[in-house]
C-alpha cells in the first residue's frame, strides 16, 4: 500500500465515519421507538435510492443539488423531530425517569398496526439518503482528487460496515429505554440533525463547520432538560 | 368506477394528512415558527450577516410557548 492510497484510505474512513454515525444514529433511534419493521424498509429504499442516484450521476455526482436535499430533508427532520422532542417532554415529566430500565410497549409511538408504518419509514429512508449522498461525494471528490477511487471506496465502505456494527449493538442498549426517554433523545437528536442541515442548506456556515452538532446537540439537550424540569413542576403542581 | 374514485380520493386523503402530520402536528406555531425563522435567516445570510443562532433560539422559544399552552398531563399518564 503506497502512501497515497492509505491517505486517502484514512480521509474517506474518517469523513465517512462522521456521517455513518448520523445516519446510524437516526436509523437506530427511528427504529427504537416506532419499531424495526417499517425502519428497515425505509433503510432499504434508502439504500436503493442512493444506488440509483450513484448509477444515474456516476462520477458527475457534484451535479446533485446537495443543497437543495439537506435544506428539504434538515426542515422535515426539524419539524418532524420538535414534535417528539415535546411528546417526550411532556412523556417525561409526566412519568419522571422511575421504571428506567422496564420498556413501555404500550407506548402510542411504537407502531403496532400491520402495515407499515410510513412515519419511520420516510426518517429512515431521509437519514439514509442525504448521508450516502454526502458518503458518496467524498468517497468522488477524495478518489477522483488523489486518484485512487479503490481506497476511497474501501475507506467509505469500512466506515459504513463498522458504524453499522456499532450501531447493532447500541440498538440492544437502546432497547431497554423507557420509550417516554427514548423519544427525548430521539427528538434531541433529530432536532440537531434537522437544524444542522437545514441552515446548511441554505448556505449558512456554522462557527466550527461539521464540529457544530456537537454544542448544537448539548443546547437542545439542555433545553430539553430544563423544560422536563418544569414540566415536571405542573404536573406535581396540578 | 365511483370505488375506484373514492379509493384515489381516500388515498390521496391519506397522503395528505400523513404529511400535514409529519410536518405540522399537533402545534401548527412551532412548524411556522421554524419557517419563518429559516427565511428570516436566509435573508440575513444574503447580507452577509452572521445568523445560524437564529433557529436554535427560535426552536428553544417556539418549543417553550407550546408546551406552556398544552395542559400538563397528569403522573403516570
Known amino acids: 500500500m503506497t502512501t497515497a492510497t492509505a491517505t486517502v484510505f484514512i480521509t474517506t474512513f474518517l469523513a465517512s465515519t462522521v456521517e455513518a454515525i448520523e445516519m446510524v444514529a437516526i436509523v437506530v433511534g ?3 421507538t416506532r419499531g424495526w419493521r417499517s425502519t428497515w424498509f425505509g ?7 442512493l444506488v440509483a442516484v450513484v448509477v444515474v450521476f456516476g462520477l458527475a455526482l457534484g451535479s446533485v443539488p446537495i443543497g437543495l436535499l439537506r435544506l428539504v430533508i434538515g426542515v422535515l427532520l426539524l419539524v418532524f423531530g420538535l414534535q417528539w422532542l415535546r411528546k417526550g417532554i411532556k412523556r417525561v415529566a409526566a412519568r419522571s425517569l422511575t421504571g428506567m430500565g422496564i420498556p413501555e410497549v404500550t407506548d402510542s409511538e411504537f407502531w403496532v398496526g400491520r ?3 410510513w412515519t419511520a419509514f420516510v426518517l429512515a429512508l431521509k437519514g439514509v439518503l442525504l448521508e450516502g449522498v454526502e458518503i458518496a461525494f467524498i468517497v468522488v471528490s477524495v478518489g477522483l482528487a488523489a486518484r485512487e477511487m479503490t481506497a476511497a471506496i474501501v475507506g467509505a465502505a469500512s466506515a459504513l460496515v463498522l458504524t453499522a456494527a456499532a450501531g447493532t449493538a447500541f440498538a ?15 427528538g434531541i437528536l433529530l432536532t440537531t440533525f434537522g437544524t444542522f442541515w437545514s441552515l446548511e442548506g441554505l448556505g449558512v456556515e456554522w462557527p466550527s463547520g461539521d464540529l457544530s452538532i456537537l454544542p448544537l446537540l448539548a443546547f437542545y439537550a439542555v433545553i430539553a432538560l430544563s423544560y422536563t ?3 415536571r413542576r405542573r404536573v406535581v403542581a396540578g | 368506477m365511483s370505488t375506484a374514485l373514492s379509493r384515489v380520493a381516500a388515498g390521496v386523503g391519506a397522503f395528505f394528512r400523513f404529511w400535514y402530520g409529519f410536518i405540522v402536528g ?5 412548524a411556522a415558527a421554524v419557517g419563518v425563522a429559516l427565511l428570516i435567516t436566509a435573508a440575513l445570510n444574503q ?6 443562532w437564529l433557529l436554535p433560539l427560535t426552536v428553544a422559544v417556539a418549543t ?14
Do not use: H, K, M, Y
Open chain 1, 30 to 32: 427511528v427504529g427504537a
Open chain 1, 43 to 49: 433503510v432499504t429504499a434508502g439504500f436503493a435510492l
Open chain 1, 115 to 117: 402495515g407499515v408504518d
Open chain 1, 172 to 186: 440492544a442498549v437502546f432497547n431497554r429505554i423507557p420509550r417516554s426517554f427514548l423519544q427525548l433523545v430521539v
Open chain 1, 229 to 231: 424540569r418544569i414540566e
Open chain 2, 26 to 30: 399537533d402545534d401548527w406555531t412551532v
Open chain 2, 47 to 52: 447580507r452577509g450577516i452572521i445568523a445560524w
Open chain 2, 64 to 77: 417553550a410557548a407550546s408546551l406552556r399552552r398544552t395542559v400538563a398531563p397528569r403522573p403516570g399518564g
